[in-house]
């Protein structure tokens, strides 16, 4: 059985590696794929090598560099030891892009019935916007921002109406983007930079500011213009990771004004469950699965571009040069 991976060569090279598939070790579970999903911003980042030497990105990306993180199939053989699973069972996992790939049993997630495989490879990006929602530390009623419209901004804008915002104001350059906002929760979208949007925003809020700005572009120099729309002691989450964080810059007034300004990495939810940390990762993957049964979350009217995988270099020119009409980007694998 011959195992298809998409990989990156180099910058900007992208190729399609065949290979032996791998059989499960000890506590694995073999995945066939069904769907993938690029995760933009990220898979962007790596392809074009747009990230500063001596960051974690330069650190981390080697090449060849085998790509993707959010992958669905399901169980075709089972490792030594593996209990609680069987053939055929439907399966999330932070797999790569790839149609066959072991995983451990303990990273795997059970898709539950009513969410589909175009649905389930989401789970990845759940996870990592349900931990920056958790790390913003939002409040019933709040006035929310979300500054920037890509897959995890309008996930954002969704936990943010789960989890109770008085207001969802959205600002985004992109039209369409706006739009599914608008469909998802918005409450107000805003057709322009971060740069320009303070006087919008003062006014939504009766000159309070936002509670709390969810910075989700990842471009470096949002960061000073989205700190002047957080109201004194309110909270900056910074979800967007840039490639070169040596770019971004403070306002002169953070300090005085005591603005918390707060990271969130997919790497900060603990593996286990804690009486401290109550959410590791296997229960923040079940609620994002959850969630979606539920249709408390709608990604399905997100995804917009549908690819085999020997079209991979079209699918990322594509997000190359078309923001504006692309959203939710997957890999149909079987």
């Known amino acids: 059985?011959?195992?298809?991976?998409?990989?990156?060569?180099?910058?900007?090279?992208?190729?399609?590696?065949?290979?032996?598939?791998?059989?499960?070790?000890?506590?694995?579970?073999?995945?066939?794929?069904?769907?993938?999903?690029?995760?933009?911003?990220?898979?962007?980042?790596?392809?074009?090598?747009?990230?500063?030497?001596?960051?974690?990105?330069?650190a981390w990306?080697?090449?060849?560099f085998r790509t993707g993180y959010l992958n669905c199939g399901r169980v075709t053989a089972i490792g030594e030891g593996v209990e609680g699973w069987s053939i055929g069972d439907c399966v999330a996992s932070r797999a790569r892009h790839t149609s066959h790939a072991t995983v451990l049993a303990s990273d795997a997630v059970r898709v539950p019935d009513g969410v589909s495989d175009d649905e389930a490879c989401w789970m990845g990006l759940g996870?990592?916007?349900?931990?920056?929602?958790?790390?913003?530390?939002?409040?019933?009623?709040?006035?929310?921002?979300?500054?920037?419209?890509?897959?995890?901004g309008q996930l954002a804008l969704q936990y943010a109406k789960v989890n109770g915002a008085g207001s969802i104001i959205a600002i985004d350059t992109a039209v369409k983007r706006l739009e599914m906002a608008s469909a998802h929760g918005a409450t107000h979208t805003l057709n322009m930079s971060a740069a320009d949007a303070l006087p919008q925003i003062k006014e939504l809020t009766h000159d309070r500011r936002a509670d709390v700005v969810y910075e989700v572009t990842g471009h470096p120099s949002v960061l000073a213009t989205a700190l002047p729309l957080v109201r004194s002691f309110g909270t900056l989450l910074l979800l967007g990771d840039t490639g070169t964080p040596n770019a971004q810059g403070l306002t002169h007034d953070v300090?005085?004004?005591?603005?918390?300004?707060?990271?969130?990495?997919?790497?900060?939810?603990?593996?286990?469950?804690?009486?401290?940390?109550?959410?590791?990762?296997?229960?923040?993957?079940?609620?994002?699965?959850?969630?979606?049964?539920?249709?408390?979350?709608?990604?399905k009217d997100l995804i917009t571009h549908r690819f085999r995988a020997e079209a991979a270099r079209e699918a990322y020119e594509l997000l190359q040069r078309d923001r504006q009409s692309t959203m939710g980007v997957l890999f149909e694998w079987k």
């Open 1 to 58: 059985m011959i195992r298809r991976s998409i990989v990156f060569t180099g910058a900007n090279k992208i190729e399609i590696l065949e290979e032996p598939a791998p059989s499960p070790a000890a506590g694995e579970l073999l995945i066939e794929t069904s769907r993938t999903l690029i995760s933009t911003g990220t898979e962007l980042i790596c392809l074009t090598r747009n990230f500063s030497p001596g960051t974690h990105w330069d």
């Open 61 to 64: 990306v080697k090449y060849p």
């Open 127 to 152: 996870k990592i916007t349900q931990i920056g929602v958790r790390s913003a530390e939002q409040k019933l009623g709040d006035d929310v921002v979300i500054i920037g419209l890509g897959l995890i």
């Open 255 to 299: 300090v005085v004004r005591g603005v918390n300004i707060v990271g969130a990495h997919d790497t900060h939810s603990p593996p286990q469950w804690a009486q401290d940390r109550p959410w590791p990762t296997p229960r923040i993957n079940e609620l994002f699965l959850t969630y979606l049964a539920r249709g408390q979350i709608r990604v």
